[in-house]
């Protein structure tokens, strides 16, 4: 498997575009994906109670596992919009079809901004003729910076893997920052592939694939209403079709993992007013459910996020929050490491380490690792530090 | 009930004081409430599964149900300091006994401050003999002040009640500010009251009281090591004795509770860096549980407390924190309300009304209701703004 170029358009007749919609002021706020032909397609939504009209649509779109497009503005998240919001979503896939051969039914929509406003369906009406004018190889750049919100750079990647003699591309653009949680919270994430593909494997493959990757960033630990994976698979490679469980199968989700995990980190890496990435570990645990509760803990507690923050190893915030999971564990057993020095030790503290931990913590990238060694279970969680800068984003935003 | 002046020792026959013992340099950190005769004890402590060191031998020592004197030290919570910080807890409790005819069972301990740091004990035991020789009715604010780490001022109440026609009293005092969360975290309460009363209907009045006051309040979701509440009742009074679920015992309680809400609410009040008190309020819900988890996800998010910060009536980060609790709901039957102004009505936003609602976050006070329309569970959470002051305190804390 190797990195190579561009994103979305990388695999085989995939196009994109971005343009300005005016939904926002003079920046790019409106993206459309497209395959020449029609896709396999899977999608992975947020688990929030209240979910946004172009999830709602675009879930039962996707029943069918087929789709040809996506369409998806920021700026405004259609979200707690009721029934004109459902409508609204509906005319804004009518636009691209009206447009293009494409079945309705077959375009998938996306949207992310603020919620409880009325999207300015009007805007994004007018703006897809030229968003179809410009649609090409090279507009996954203006499409990948079209999703951003409070981003501050596009995210994308693309990979080639040789499956049965045959190179198969994937792609993907993704956007994150605020509101980055376990649970994919205001994450969009769009992927493609010319993989020739069963659907339950392409099905199966997002799914885990999210699970390790999306699932487990977090930035403030928030859930957004308007999370969303899909996937479009046009089965251009050539390839021998890739079954469930098979060695083919084995590559594709290997090839796929490393593109998710990717965007994910980049997403954890740019959370607003980060100035540090922080990888936290959990390992040693009875099951699995404990140790990612744990790292979560961890991931989403202010006073270790302060703490990394301020570049002090403050390790009764890490063993505190730990112990607040609500998983039991015995205090006598625990091991803490910053940066791969062991500061905790069977529940005692290695305090005269602290000054080589500290120095360690001016790095921009943390290892935080828990072992409570107990068991075989291990979580891995990313996340970023808190900074003064994510509060004035969040404070004054308007 | 009426509020009188003083705290814990407004009851009959208690004393206080608070002294310097270097643990801070030049400050309050030692403080001692002394029964002058052996009373009723009951405690409530931490659900964290590190326990502090003063916690472990407290909750043992409670088991007996009598107490006569606590001590508390703040600048080190004696926790994950193993075997040494157990001898350090125990030989603090010892030092009181020395110069007093109290029995050493009969001593509470408590600890707050950093973690991970050997207790310097010695400080401790050097400093008892005039810490003991400013016991007074007065040293009730050097003690209040002795427990404060970040705080920024000293939380005291006192009230009396007419129970069986004699004037009985109940004071307390507490500390809070940063890691202030639903289950107590670094939180220390200490209340004494002259009630007679049984030990049954103390230790039920106890628990009950805190469930809807320290574990209703969050600053910052954390929860720590080292909280307790504990309350003395040396049945001096001369009323009756209190029964459980008598008539008398309902006047107890509900003078206990406002002294735990009275708290309960200052410390919110006084959150590392909060500019706001805010009161997030969950009616129509199936269960309790599924309101506190909804009062809770609300009050913990970060977006919604920056939002407050910024006086912005972010209604959709209140919705999307409501949504994201794990608890199901009618988007449809939603309704919320910022300071008594309905903004959503049925899942759809009053956009109209934001204007009005902007000027009414200018307060200091903010009550955030949440109606799901769906049953008749309440539940209420008291929390405060996220400033960059916040981040400030705690990244910046050495």
Do not use: H
Request: net charge positive; charged share 25%.
């Amino acid at each position: 498997m190797k990195v190579i170029n561009g994103s979305v358009t990388a695999p085989r007749d995939f196009l994109a575009a971005g343009v300005k919609s005016g939904i926002k002021k003079n920046r790019l706020d409106l993206a459309l994906i497209v395959s020449g032909i029609p896709a396999l397609a899977a999608g992975v939504f947020t688990k929030n109670a209240i979910k946004a009209a172009p999830v709602i649509i675009s879930e039962k779109r996707l029943k069918r596992g087929r789709a040809q497009a996506i369409i998806v503005n920021s700026g405004n998240a259609n979200c707690l919009t009721g029934k004109k919001g459902i409508d609204d979503a509906i005319e804004m896939s009518k636009a691209v079809t009206g447009s293009m051969w494409i079945n309705n039914y077959n375009v998938l929509v996306a949207s992310t901004g603020v919620i409880g406003k009325p999207l300015p369906v009007d805007k994004i009406i007018a703006a897809v003729p030229n968003l179809i004018g410009r649609l090409g190889v090279a507009g996954e750049l203006s499409a990948a910076k079209a999703i951003m919100t409070t981003d501050l750079y596009p995210k994308r990647i693309a990979v080639a893997v040789n499956i049965g003699g045959r190179t198969v591309k994937i792609g993907g653009i993704a956007k994150g920052s605020g509101m980055i949680s376990p649970n994919m919270a205001t994450m969009l994430c769009f992927l493609t592939t010319d993989a020739d593909i069963e659907l339950k494997a392409l099905k199966r493959s997002l799914r885990d694939s999210v699970e390790d990757s999306f699932n487990a960033i977090t930035v403030d630990g928030d859930m957004s209403t308007n999370d969303t994976v899909f996937i479009l698979a046009n089965c251009l490679a050539g390839n021998p079709r890739i079954r469930y469980g098979s060695k083919d199968y084995g590559i594709f989700c290997g090839a796929l993992d490393y593109v998710t995990a990717s965007l994910a980190k980049d997403i954890a890496k740019d959370g607003e007013g980060a100035s540090k990435f922080i990888e936290v570990e959990v390992k040693g645990a009875k099951n699995k459910n404990d140790a990612a509760k744990i790292a979560k803990e961890i991931a989403n507690s202010n006073l270790v996020k302060t703490a990394m923050a301020g570049e002090d190893p403050n390790i009764g915030r890490i063993a505190s929050a730990a112990g607040a999971a609500g998983v039991k564990f015995e205090e006598s057993k625990l091991d803490i490491s910053i940066g791969g020095i062991k500061i905790v030790e069977g529940g005692n503290v290695a305090y005269q380490k602290r000054p080589k931990v500290k120095k360690l913590l001016k790095k921009s990238e943390i290892v935080i690792s828990v072992d409570l060694n107990s068991g075989k279970a291990f979580a891995k969680v990313w996340t970023c530090d808190l900074t003064e800068r994510y509060v004035k984003i969040n404070a004054r935003y308007n």
